[in-house]
């Protein structure tokens, strides 16, 4: 989420912390961080928030398999 980006940070936000907070939903987040500065930034963005997991590697591949692990595919 871009700080310059409103509408996110205005109505979605909110609705991810609530929702992490009740456990009704898990975030996945996939940014590349190529250093600890760069990670901590980005996790930064989702501060409190809880049930968040990260992938600093980049949209890839297995960045793609990584989010399909918890999806039910039949």
């Known amino acids: 989420m871009r700080k310059d980006d409103f509408h996110t940070r205005a109505f979605i936000y ?10 009704d939903i898990k975030i ?3 940014d ?4 600890v500065k760069q990670q ?5 963005n989702y501060k409190g928030m809880k049930n968040v ?3 600093f590697d980049g949209f890839n591949i ?3 398999k990584w989010l ?4 039910d595919v039949n």
């Open 14 to 23: 909110p609705q991810l912390v609530n929702g992490t907070r009740k456990n």
């Open 28 to 30: 996945k987040v996939i």
């Open 32 to 35: 590349l961080g190529q250093n």
């Open 40 to 44: 901590k930034r980005i996790q930064k």
């Open 53 to 55: 997991e990260f992938s």
């Open 62 to 64: 297995d960045s793609l």
């Open 68 to 71: 399909k692990n918890d999806i």
